[in-house]
């Protein structure tokens, strides 16, 4: 019984180094998000912000414009160092909105210039978070990602 144990092992072991197997993630799926853009800039009650010039190695990964809900714009990122930042902005009250948008962040007293805009650190949450109120509505800069690398996306973004 030990003997064909062992050899049961022996077998599983030339399996498992012969047939080929992947241990890297899922490969990121990029979406193109022109077309949503261009139909919320048409349709929103405020300038509706997206990046431009950011480094080859930022992929869309989600995009969503809803006009029946407070002209909520969104849009996923997977950063260049394998982490998430998404865009928001709404019309909703913004007290409930940066709620969601960070996923229970606080403000903090630390605001930041970028890109002419003043911008409050938020932390503390699932994500961490800027957020700059102004324009007809809050746009959340928010996600696992690091100060520095929200700030990027924040920089990037420019309206139309």
């Keep these: ?10 077998m599983a072991g030339v399996i498992y180094l012969f047939i080929p197997h992947d241990d890297s993630g899922p490969e ?3 979406v193109d998000y022109r077309v949503e853009l261009l139909t919320a800039r048409r349709a929103a009650s405020y300038p509706v912000a ?17 006009g029946d809900n407070f002209d909520t714009w969104h849009l996923g990122f997977h950063a ?21 948008a960070s996923q229970g962040a606080k403000a903090t007293k630390t605001t930041q ?17 800027l957020v700059h109120q102004g324009d007809g509505a809050t746009t959340v800069v ?4 690091t100060i520095g690398r929200l700030a990027e996306m924040a920089g990037a973004l420019k309206t139309a």
Excluded: H
Excluded at 1 to 10: A, K, N, R, V, W
Excluded at 80 to 100: A, L, M
């Design 1 to 10: 019984m030990i003997l064909s144990l062992g050899l049961i092992g022996l």
């Design 28 to 30: 990121i799926k990029k």
């Design 50 to 66: 997206a990046p431009e010039g950011l480094s080859a190695g930022w992929k869309a990964t989600s995009v969503r414009y809803q």
């Design 80 to 100: 260049p160092d394998g982490e998430y930042v998404q865009v928001e902005q709404s019309t909703q009250k913004p007290s409930t909105f940066i709620d969601d």
């Design 113 to 129: 210039e970028i890109g002419g805009r003043t911008w409050t650190r938020y932390t503390g949450g699932r994500y961490d978070a």
């Design 142 to 145: 928010a996600g696992t990602g």
